[in-house]
């Protein structure tokens, strides 16, 4: 096989962790502690300086998303033999309709075929795929494995409950006080950005607005001037935020998808190309969790997939060379089972593929390849984890937005950089 | 101490709870407490004080009403739960066909009419409940025993579940609601019991019932109990078969786990078939972790802080009576404590259903509503975790532009299906908001200039009312 191998051994090391792990801890307990004591120890952090206007955009596909017939390995006998009814057809199947195809990357791997609005991207080495990643949870359940990763642990027990993405604000080196510097698009604020006192949710820009006159607006900062409660701080965030949204430059007319991702891409770039502090965005596709009828070239997977390339193809036409300086993350909680199911579906499953698009990006496909075979495969018959997830993220935090307290977003983390950012 | 601060305790409790070896159960929810963040500053009146911890605040006219009972006598009044309902809540809830309909009849209606008749439910009771302790109550299970109304088959059996469970329950013993959430199909089927066999057991249900609704993470037990729970429950599930009511509770033998089982030290013998799940609800409801466990939660919700005198008092409480919620309640909610704890941060429902009551509209809690509160971040039934929605303030940051924005559409008469008519003066909003100490003072040079409506919107939108 062609895929690029990294040789990482800190998933199996995880596996028994044991007396490593009470190290990390008390270290870390220590720092922390030594941190607490001393208003010093902020300021002594408060020094980074980050590269002009980074941006890293999270999409997290809620649902499992099926890694192995998003980047199918193609050159795997054993990936067809356990999906018959389900298998994305070899590039060169001429038994297949060519729209049925792999889309080939390097001969091992290739995309699904719903995919090809981003083959011009990965032409052009704007874009990575790291196969066989995940978190260490094995509950099989999505709430358990997306809190894992929301929160930035290896599974959903024990750790912190406040995101990873929060604890990357708040250890960050670098100054930035924008009212929008944490955004994330839909109702509530996810679970990665729990905790942090400056990010903001909002629907929509355009409906991001006060529904009160200016007298209404003028008495409300009136109100909410003072106070450090954690409500009346999150008022003055969000009136500092309403006047920036005011003064936004319209969004692109560039041909976004209408679906809501489609329209969240679109708004993302709108505020990286207005230059108002964004430094993490957070989207959410959920739909991913294909138990029954999930198709090959075309079907339920295939549309969320066509929706999801359309909408980053236009992210990245629309902001062109701005693009150096925003890193796409696309991840999923956990893959799906290797063998199909009698439902022409398939079971959750464990390790799945991340996604990676824009500044920085190692173009590729990366894997330690685990095998399909079935003494090759975990759990109930799961695609092996050989990569942690929480490297990636820590090494995108490091390289993109130069924060390096990668233990304290990553609690009980032994950073490894993979290498697929720089 | 601000907001770095503590998640910097947070990482240091993480390493800690490492350091000592703890088990990861024991550190799962361990880092969560926020030391206490600064305040508004409160100096509030005992009746607006009892209509907000009790219920969800003060309609005009209650403040004089409480105000003439003393708190003995209303605390009182609203344990015993035997207000009768305002007529248009009956009226109301007679309209929704997930009231109306019969077992399975109700999987003949979309899921999504299905959820959002459960929500209105939810709202209308909590608006116009009169025993609105029994109200609070009713949402306090609701998040004690979280269902996600949107994982496969919720929906429908939540329908049941919110009656049999939780509003039977409400003020009565912790032993009744435990067993009826253990039997509810809502429950086996959101935590996966109803995938729970013999030589394959899910733990799902087994975990959560220990940690989150029973004993507490601290409560003593082990993986291995988690295991060996989840055996004693092997078999508890949803009825599918043909020709049987559908969708109501089961046991079948047939995967039941028949061998013994040795749960926090005591065996349960081979051959107990549905008693072993049954004697471990016994075995939880009477244990002393569970005692300490409810009360440290009935004392946030009723304290807003976790004082340990009252915990005590509390579990001393529920062991003497059996789990009983009145004689738990009693003493605090008559205490001066209650008076003078600090506030909390009102969630999104919390927000609305006290903005609704405040200007005592006339509302059918309809779609209008129920998209504010969702958009808020708080739509009724749809927190996908089982540990119900968050009670920190900080989770709810996101809410404020939504909580402005239905102050606005309230008290300007442009919230669809919700009427506060004519007399919806800034009066009554005062009344309940005026007496919190320090808003006079705010608001009164504010809302010169502004129109009644918007100076309406104003009270609802101040910080002093995002707390209760």
Known sequence: MKAEWWSCDDYAQSQKISRRGLLVGSSLALYTLALKQSALGQIALRTGKQKEGETVVIVFLRGGADGLNIVVPHGEDAYYKARPALAIARPNDASAHKEDRTLDLNGFFGLHPALAPLMPLYGEGQMAFIHAIGSMDESHSHFEAMYAMERGLASSAPGDASGWLARHLISSSVVNDSALRAVAIGGTMPDSLRGASNALALDSLDDFKLQGDAGFRAALDKLYANGGDPLTQAGRQTLKALDKIQTLPAGSASPYPQSDIGQGLRQVAQLIKSDVGLEVACLDKSGWDTHVTQGRGTGILASQLDDIAKGLAAFATDLGARMKHVTVVAQTEFGRRVHENDGFGTDHGHASVMLLLGGGTVPGVHTKWPGLNDDQLSGPGDLQVTTDYRNVLAEILAKRLQNKASTQVFPGLQPTFPGFTA | ?468
């Open chain 2, 1 to 468: 101490m601000d907001r770095r601060d503590v998640l910097k305790l947070g990482l240091a409790g993480a390493g800690i709870a490492a350091l000592g070896g703890c088990s990861p159960l024991a550190a799962r929810y361990a880092v969560q407490e926020d030391p206490a963040l600064p305040l508004p500053p409160r100096d509030v009146e005992p009746e607006v004080r009892l209509l907000n911890r009790l219920g969800f605040g003060g309609r005009p006219g209650d403040i004089a009403r409480v105000a003439a009972a003393g708190q003995g006598a209303f605390v009182a009044e609203q344990l015993a739960a035997e207000q009768k309902e305002d007529v248009r809540l009956d009226l109301l809830l007679a309209g929704l066909d997930i009231f109306s309909m019969k077992g399975d009849e109700i999987e003949d209606i979309h899921k999504e009419q299905v959820l959002f008749e459960l929500q209105r439910a939810d709202l209308l009771c909590a608006v116009y409940g009169r025993n609105q302790l029994f109200e609070r109550m009713t949402d306090f299970w609701l998040n004690h025993f979280n269902i996600y109304a949107l994982k496969t088959d919720s929906a429908f059996r939540l329908a049941g579940d919110t009656r049999k469970v939780v509003r039977a329950n409400a003020l009565g013993k912790f032993p009744d609601v435990l067993r009826a959430s253990a039997h509810s199909p809502a429950m086996l089927g959101y935590l996966d019991n109803t995938s729970n066999k013999s030589g394959v057991p899910n733990e799902n249900y087994a975990r959560e019932l220990m940690e989150l609704h029973t004993l507490g993470v601290h409560g003593g037990y082990t993986q291995r109990d988690v295991m060996e729970v989840a055996r004693c429950l092997t078999g508890w599930t949803v009825e599918d078969r043909f020709l049987h009511p559908r969708g109501q509770f089961r046991f079948n033998p047939d995967v039941h786990d028949a061998g013994s089982k040795e749960v926090l030290g005591q065996t349960i013998p081979a051959g107990g078939g549905q008693g072993d799940g049954e004697r471990v609800l016994d075995i939880l409801a009477k244990h002393p972790a569970t005692a300490k466990h409810l009360s440290t939660k009935l004392c946030r919700e009723f304290l807003g802080k976790e004082d340990p005198a009252w915990i005590d008092r509390m579990s001393s409480a529920y062991l003497a009576s059996g789990g009983d919620l009145r004689e738990m309640l009693r003493p605090l909610l008559t205490s001066q404590d209650l008076l003078t704890a600090p506030p909390i941060a009102k969630r999104p429902l919390d927000f609305v259903a006290s903005s609704l009551r405040a200007t005592n509209a006339n509302t059918d809690c309809g779609q209008a509503v129920v998209d504010h509160v969702t958009r808020m971040g708080q739509g009724p039934q749809l927190w996908p975790m089982p540990d119900g929605y968050p009670e920190k303030a900080a989770a709810w940051s996101g809410s404020m532009l939504g909580r402005w924005n239905f102050a606005l559409a309230l008290a300007g008469g442009k919230l669809a299906g919700t009427n506060i008519g004519m007399e919806a003066s800034r009066k009554p909003i005062e009344e309940i908001l005026g007496r919190h100490g320090g808003a006079d003072d705010l608001l009164g040079p504010t809302v010169n200039g502004l129109n009644t409506p918007e100076a309406a919107a104003l009270c609802l939108a101040s910080p002093e009312f995002q707390w209760r």
